[in-house]
């Protein structure tokens, strides 16, 4: 990717910082709310409010499409893709699972869910032949787990049982985290915990948190694992923004115990964390509605490199370049080390 030209842009803190942010751009400006991005043919692709779905050239940002996968007005707050397609699921009832072509961008609805309580928080591929996404539960408080496998969509039974009120955020599609050997789902809600698939055994591990916890808006909104041990959850009150207390932890044995870190020293609320690539998790960066932060001493302590409002979801382009997503807008940022 060519270096991003400098911008005058609006960061309130950011000159503090600015030996760590070399340069930021807006590439996109619309209506629209965005909370899943996916990076492919260097181009940043979106889902979100409107029925909206499109991309944005990284070279080349005037190169840019939208379509509309429905005449409604659907919610998508998922991204995913495999080797051939994008998927993505509205978050209302009727739940549909849309298949967008790469290559024509042509679309179809591949799967449905009918059920009045169907939600879908996150859609996670593993790989290019496995994939899963779960919703929130049904009456019998069940965990609602859909897995594609052999190239089509199905529901999947689990004797997963969720507390009362335990639920989970479809705040940026990053509560679900995998390796090539576990998958992990984070909840929230009146319970914050850690459901942990192995899939050698195909058998699920449920784990207690510390995270903040206990009200509809509390627990954890995104995890990021870059191996079967080490892995990350941040998260907080969506009510109370400020709050920064228990809504940082990480784990170093896969995610059976959690240790919180920075409580009371971090940007406060936060809906989305991403390992920087290559750094076994040692550096990361994450966003909230009203901030940018980093780590690089594995989460223990963050600095926040700016006072945006309106991002909700981060993916790094590469070791140097991430891409910022939310309210109305995508931005890059080349961070210099």
Sequence with gaps: MKKILPFLFSFLGVFSFSQKIESLETIFND?????ALEIYDNKVWYSGTDS???FVDLKN???QKQIKLSEKKLQFRTLAQDKNSFYTINIESPAEFFKINKKDLKSEIVFKDTVKTAFYDALHFVNDKLAYTFSDADKDNKLKLAVFKNGKWSMITNDVKLNEGEAAFAASNTNISSTKNNLWIATGGKASRILKLNFKTNKFEIFDTPFIQGESSQGIYSIDFPDDKFGVAVGGDYTKQDAN??????TNDGGETWQIQASGQNGGYTTCVKIKPN???KEMISVGDRHISYSS???KTWKKISDEKGFFICKWIDGNTVVFAGNGKISVMRLKF
């Design 245 to 250: 207390v228990n809504n940082i932890a990480t």
């Design 279 to 281: 750094s076994k998790g």
């Design 61 to 63: 940002p005037k190169n």
């Design 297 to 299: 001493d594995f989460g």
């Design 52 to 54: 909206k779905f499109g």
């Design 31 to 35: 209506k629209i709310s965005i909370r």
